[in-house]
């Protein structure tokens, strides 16, 4: 039935006023802060040649970079880049479809094969990025009459997972086993149970209480998935995360992790039993409908698993890198957030400040990601630690902040 003309031509009157685009044009808050000069994102970066260790090129001059999530030095590898660079030979820029139909390669079967073994668990898959692989994962294993349970901290990625899901979502105090356990006790009977938490929490960098989890779960028959984006490389014996620090690896039911932080390429993936991994493959839509992820990422993932089971210095002289930088920050009275992991979190109680801070500390080369609130529970200088930084760097940056925070009268 067609509208009729009055309703046309009252629609047209009101259009000046109902534009889709309106919200668009009132969003000031880049404008805002680029017109005050502490506009800092999507800046610049060229390439890393005569770069020093650490080091990013940003138009003619090179930075210290303290905001990479590159935490085994692994990007610029000569063996990752040769790796990826016969891939291309091998295979192509591109496998041109679906791993469902013709984008499944030999390569991705193998590193399927070594991610699953390297976690404990039967299968793995890989998927574009991984934010793909949360969400993915989460919308497409539970279903109406499900209910996750979610520790209060998740990355945006696991959140929208959560929110796709037609599950009944519920969410805990972040690392309050107390609240978690009353959480799991006011589920109906028949609910079937999906936990789930991150192994390092990526803005805060603290490590999740998966004992306490597991502990606390298992009796309801609940499944207990971690994102251990930034703990694999980082965390556990063999570099295979918080879940493997702390013991429980093996009492895991699944397993994500991305190729975007030790692992030197893009992409993620999750490992778990086969039926599960089996499963998603056929009905998790973005996996299914999204094109492979290239051999030359798979073959740089490969060969950074490789350097990161022979060399074992690497995590263990990033770990002693960020101990130290919280110790001598704590020692100049900043309000480091405690954590053992690559992540160091300033807490810089107002927005503005840290905006000041982040902008005038990239004037002094040395560039940090500012987290402001929502995306954390307090506005965070997010300091990420790497392989490549040394003593000195640490002493460089201490030094500069201390002084710079003192210059913009910024209150520790």
Known sequence: MRASNSVITGRKKSAASNDLFDKCRSFTRPGDLQAAGLYMYFEVFGDREGCGPGEVRMGNRKVLMFGSNDYLDLITHPKVKEAAVQAIKKYGSGCSGSRLLNGTLDMHIRLESELAAFVHKDAAMIFGTGFQANYATLSALTEKGDVMICDHNLHASLVEGALRSPARTVRFRHNDMEHFERCLENCPPDEKIFIVSEGVFSMEGDIADLPGTLRVAKPYGARVFVDEAHGIGVLGRTGAGAAEHLGVLDEVDIIMGT??????????????????????????????????????????????????????????????????????????????????????????????????????????????????????????????????????????????????????????
């Open 259 to 412: 190729f975007s932080k030790s692992l030197a390429s893009v992409g993620g993936f999750i490992a778990a039993e086969r039926a599960v991994v089996d499963y998603l493959k056929h009905t998790a839509r973005p996996f299914v409908f999204s094109a492979s992820l290239p051999a030359a990422s798979v073959a740089a993932v490969g060969a950074a698993l490789e350097i990161m089971r022979k060399e074992p210095e690497r995590r263990l002289h990033l770990l002693h890198i960020a101990n130290l930088l919280r110790d001598e920050l704590r020692a100049r009275g900043f309000n480091v957030l405690p954590g053992e992991t690559a992540i160091v979190p300033v807490v810089i109680r107002e927005e503005i400040d840290l905006c000041r801070l982040c902008k005038t500390l990239l004037e002094q080369g040395i560039y940090i990601n500012p987290v402001l609130r929502p995306a954390a529970a307090q506005n965070l200088l997010r300091i990420s630690c790497t392989a490549a930084h040394t003593e000195q760097h640490v002493e460089r940056l201490v030094r500069t902040l201390e002084k710079v925070s003192d210059e913009l009268g910024i209150v520790r």
